[in-house]
């Protein structure tokens, strides 16, 4: 059984930096790509990004771009995304969504997803 | 403003079908897989569809999806009081070389 399992809600100051990490099991952790994807109180989904944790490739939207980092440690299957210069409107659930790739191809849908970690920017 | 375009609500009663549309552009669903979520009050997403029309394992048939050109849509049939939720398309975005969803259509079991 496929678990993603996040790391806990944090409380930052504006200007900061967090990171949220996402251990993986019950699959091969390098089979399947890792995206972040993220819902302001009350909002819509929002995609941030990708890491291929086969070779450490990484996406970004752009908007996040200079402030994001994706990283993974397949030695203990597990990915994490550091956001930093945090604003008030980074205040959000962070999720990490599982894609299955195999080769070039991809499922293109986010298979499994973490439970969750609310990230709050508040001075 | 989402790049994929969702009415923000839906409701029927119980037994009902209800449907929900996703209308995007050439560069996400007209060439690319649709993915329907489904989000339950206070929990993560969960995937219904993926591949325009696919269930993965466990998901109950009266959740069935279809694509038409730029456009798809999600159709819940024989409508049930746990099927209260928000629903999420996605697709990628071959343009903005990106991930992209709709704004989410909350139903309501009346």
């Known amino acids: 059984q496929v678990h993603l399992v996040q790391s806990g809600a944090e409380v930052q100051k504006p200007g900061a930096s967090m990171k949220v990490s996402c251990k993986a099991s019950?699959?091969?952790?390098?089979?399947?790509?890792m995206h972040w994807v993220r819902q302001a109180p009350g909002q819509g989904l929002e995609w941030m990004g990708q890491?291929?944790?086969?070779?450490?490739?990484?996406q970004y939207a752009q908007e996040f771009q200079g402030r994001v980092t994706m990283t993974r440690d397949t030695s203990i299957s597990t990915a994490s995304m550091e956001l930093s210069r945090l604003r008030s409107d980074d205040t959000a659930v962070y999720y990490c969504a599982s894609e299955y790739c195999s080769g070039d191809s991809c499922s293109k849908a986010f298979d499994y997803w973490g439970q969750g970690t609310l990230i709050t920017v508040s001075s | 403003q989402s790049v994929l375009t969702q009415p923000p609500s839906a409701s029927g009663t119980p037994g009902q079908r209800v449907t929900i549309s996703c209308s995007g552009s050439s560069s996400n669903i007209g060439g690319n897989p649709v993915s329907w979520y489904q989000q339950l009050p206070g929990t993560a997403p969960k995937l219904l569809i993926n591949?325009?029309?696919q269930r993965p394992s466990g998901v109950p048939d009266r959740f069935s999806g279809s694509k038409s050109g730029t456009s798809a849509s999600l159709a819940i049939s024989g409508l049930q009081s746990d099927d209260e939720a928000d629903y999420y398309c996605?697709?990628?975005?071959?343009?903005?070389?990106?991930?992209?969803f709709g704004a989410g259509t909350k139903v309501t079991v009346l």
């Open positions: 019950g699959y091969t952790f390098t089979a399947y790509y």
């Open positions: 996605a697709a990628r975005d071959d343009s903005l070389h990106r991930y992209v």
């Open positions: 890491i291929n944790p086969k070779s450490g490739g990484t």
């Open positions: 591949n325009n029309n």
